[in-house]
């Protein structure tokens, strides 16, 4: 099956603005600040993954071709978050987590970094 070269120069974030301007917002920061933004994403990533367990059958299997060409890309260390350790593990881990989760943690961060 071919795929459409849109999608495949596309980024896995690029579907929601919030997003880009969290990311644009985060590239602008500090190290220290984005290391202390990135351990609050691990630790509410990790409290979603830990509600998923409990309703295991419940969750879809499949993260989608743009998020899984995200992951790909930032183990070749592409991507400009991919430089700071702890971000790309932070994005790394909020991006496998199901679409609505992910988009209700970067509302979260685009209010508390744009307030």
């Known amino acids: 099956m071919p795929y459409n070269i849109s999608i495949m120069n596309s980024r896995w974030y690029d579907e929601n ?3 880009i301007k969290v990311l644009e917002t985060l590239k602008n920061l500090d190290e220290a600040s984005q290391e202390k933004v990135a351990a609050e994403i691990i630790e509410i990533s990790n409290q979603i993954k830990a509600l998923q367990r409990e309703k295991a059958d419940d969750m879809p299997l499949s993260l989608g071709i743009q998020r899984v060409l995200g992951l790909y890309q930032s183990a070749q260390k592409r991507r400009w978050y991919d430089q700071n350790e702890e ?29």
Request: proline share 3%; charged share 20%.
């Open 87 to 115: 971000l790309s593990n932070a994005i790394k881990n909020m991006s496998t987590l199901p679409e609505q989760d992910f988009q209700n943690i970067m509302k979260g961060l685009f209010e508390s970094l744009n307030s």
């Open 17 to 19: 603005s919030e997003t």
